[in-house]
């Protein structure tokens, strides 16, 4: 069974910073590109970054020079590093998995989200 | 970038009703479409992917058909728990884009 279990959100000082986490199992995590997408409350779903199986960085224009997306296929995990934050990344912080290695994949499986905060 | 419009914003239907939602995009998608369901607290379930094939574990009442900029999720006869918001979502082109929801509600 895949499970994706992310942590690190929580309340943060405009021009902070945070690192979420995904710990994955129940599939062959180095194999498989992953992905943050975010929902600000009452809002739809924004894509934010992906990283494929190969190494390869992508990111939304609204986070690109402030995120930065990472993994460790030796855990498992999967992370993103938020620095520079502002009150509209308040958002619930979804990871995901593709359907496949590269970038260019739907999103297969969700974990439950971490809910990131922006308040001063 | 794409930009995708869901429409309705809102359906009314009731159970044992047949449901069809759309979705239309900005430019062509060709078949990378996908569609989402999520319920109030949990995270969004894959339903349909690349227009037309069904996730693992969906049942058969949920049909996802188009391709190029229009696309359609039915569900034939409509059960308690498909009440829920869908999103649609494209592969086609860079950057990956959700539409903005339709949410289906118990009449």
């Known amino acids: 069974e895949v499970q994706l279990v992310e942590s690190g959100g929580g309340l943060v000082q405009p021009g902070g910073s945070l690192r979420l986490s995904c710990a994955a199992s129940g599939f062959t995590f180095s194999s498989s590109a992953m992905s943050w997408v975010r929902q600000a409350p009452g809002k739809g779903l924004e894509w934010v970054s992906t990283l494929s199986a190969a190494g390869n960085a992508y990111y939304a224009d609204s986070v690109k020079d402030r995120f930065t997306i990472s993994r460790d296929n030796s855990e498992n995990t999967f992370y993103l590093q938020l620095s520079g934050l502002r009150a509209e990344d308040t958002a619930v912080y979804y990871c995901?998995?593709?359907?496949?290695?590269?970038?260019?994949?739907?999103?297969?499986?969700w974990g439950q989200g971490t809910l990131v905060t922006v308040s001063s | 970038e794409t930009v995708l419009t869901q429409s309705p914003a809102t359906l009314s239907l009731s159970p044992g009703e047949r449901a069809t939602l759309s979705c239309r995009a900005s430019?062509?998608?060709?078949?990378?479409l996908a569609w989402y369901q999520q319920k109030p607290g949990q995270a969004p379930r894959l339903l349909i992917y690349?227009?037309?094939n069904r996730a693992t574990g969906i049942p058969a009442r949920f049909s996802g058909s188009g391709s190029g900029t229009d696309f359609t999720l039915s569900i034939s006869s409509l059960e308690p728990e498909d009440f829920a918001v869908y999103f649609c979502?494209?592969?086609?082109?860079?950057?990956?884009?959700f539409g903005q929801g339709t949410k289906v509600e118990i009449k």
């Open positions: 979502q494209q592969r086609g082109n860079w950057p990956p884009a």
């Open positions: 690349d227009a037309s």
């Open positions: 430019q062509s998608v060709s078949t990378y």
């Open positions: 995901a998995k593709a359907q496949g290695s590269s970038a260019r994949y739907h999103f297969e499986y």
